[in-house]
């Protein structure tokens, strides 16, 4: 996994779910895998073979992580840099997400032939309570005085107001005629209770996804995490084991009681689209390919241990010009925006607010290269988002990806 070695296993592990949306021009591919993140040439591979699966090309394919801890991640970049220095890829290692991409192709190619017709579209949404808190606490000359961690020992830290979040669950349903066919769900949170348990779990997260699918058995549920990047559930979670259940009690009562404020309509061709828009964002300028290369080649273990090999991988594809890929799925009266890394959640209340005659969701935790994507002053603020260590873009990535989430929702 990305911190530890698998000892075991328990009765909820890790899954991968998706939808192939087809009939409204070249097939759509939306995917959601319980893992850290993919990052990189990682990111880049589980696109195309998801699309080769589906005959559709990589830029109508989304791939989003969850972003568990106790879970693998997949860089194919870093784990090609670390072996070809004749080190050991360790978590970088990719044999494993071989094989998930082998199966996750043959999975699409066999659900293709069991295809769905959709008929109507179901749209609900509703308050979480006591789940997700602002991670970020400011003192009063602006900075950050304290993190509010996903597990919250001190009651004082606890205590602090819950802040800026996006409280909602957003609910996208297919339905075929009365019958539901896949339920999408989108929140934003950090999803760890606790964790480095060395056992793979979906978290909170995975358990309200299984209450959902329990009640309601007849529909593939997927989950979506949103910009989280700045939420997480310290407010509500002292790390206490129990909580985990506790937690993905009130994320699954969220997702209920959108279902039941479902509303459903008919859904035509004409009212199905994607687009996209790129985006090339730049390291952070703490951060140079020689200096990054220089701590390789040195072995050092700050690099080595603290995600350097991936930190190098993103720096290779910024500099040699890559750019990321906005998304966005058009769904009649709906909007679901795809973003990379670990975004704010600014950025998804922003995206709301750009279109407030429609329901916006957002999937982050994409391509998983830039890590944190902070506000322009959060970088300002301090706290441990926005350090070099945690983030690997600056001030400068905000006005870009603002422009191109202000683009995608005007049209």
């Known amino acids: 996994m990305a911190y530890d070695p698998v000892t075991n296993t328990w009765d909820l592990g890790l899954r991968a779910r998706g939808v192939v949306i087809m009939g409204a021009g070249a097939p759509i591919v939306l995917c959601a895998m319980d893992w850290i993140g993919i990052a990189n040439e990682g990111h880049d591979a589980f696109r195309t073979v998801l699309a080769e699966a589906a005959g559709t090309t990589p830029q109508r394919v989304a791939v989003h992580s969850l972003h568990q801890h106790d879970a693998p991640e997949c860089d194919f970049g870093a784990e090609k840099i670390l072996q070809d220095e004749g080190l050991l890829a360790l978590n970088y290692e990719g044999s494993f997400a071989r094989d998930v991409l082998r199966r996750l192709s043959g999975a699409i190619r066999e ?60 609910l996208i349903s297919f339905w075929e005629e009365d019958s539901p066919i896949a339920v999408l769900s989108y929140y934003a949170t950090h999803p760890q209770s606790y964790y480095r348990t060395g056992i793979p779990n979906p978290d909170f997260p995975g358990i309200a996804r299984f209450e959902r699918q329990l009640a309601v058995p007849e529909a593939l549920h997927v989950h979506f995490n949103g910009a989280g990047g700045n939420i997480g559930a310290g407010k509500y979670n002292d790390g206490s084991k129990t909580n985990r259940a506790v937690l993905g009690k009130r994320l699954a009562d969220g997702m209920r009681r959108a279902w039941e404020a479902t509303r459903k309509r008919p859904l035509s061709v004409e009212e199905v689209g994607w687009e996209f828009e790129p985006v090339r964002l ?11 290369e220089a701590q390789l080649r040195g072995r050092d273990a700050g690099f080595l241990k603290g995600g350097g090999p991936t930190r190098l991988a993103w720096v290779r594809r910024c500099e040699a010009g890559h750019s990321l890929e906005i998304s966005c799925l058009r769904l ?55 350090e070099p260590s945690a983030s690997n873009v600056g001030p400068e990535a905000e006005p870009l990806l603002m422009a191109a989430i202000q683009k995608l929702l005007a049209r």
Do not use: C
Request: no cysteine.
């Open 111 to 170: 659900s293709i032939p069991r295809a769905r017709v959709v008929t109507q579209l179901g749209l609900g949404e509703a308050p979480v309570q006591q789940v997700a808190s602002n991670r970020r606490i400011l003192g009063s000359d602006g900075k950050v005085r304290a993190v509010r961690w996903t597990a919250t020992a001190d009651p004082a830290v606890r205590a602090e107001p819950e802040g800026l979040i996006d409280p909602m669950v957003s």
């Open 282 to 292: 730049a390291p952070r300028k703490e951060f140079s390919k020689a200096l990054l």
């Open 332 to 386: 009649a009266g709906a909007r679901v925006l795809h973003l990379p890394g670990e975004p704010f959640v600014e950025y998804q209340l922003a995206a709301r607010a750009a279109r407030p005659d429609l329901m916006v969701a957002t999937a982050a935790y994409g391509d998983y290269g830039p890590w944190y994507i902070g506000t322009s002053i959060a970088y300002a603020q301090g706290g441990y988002e926005t």
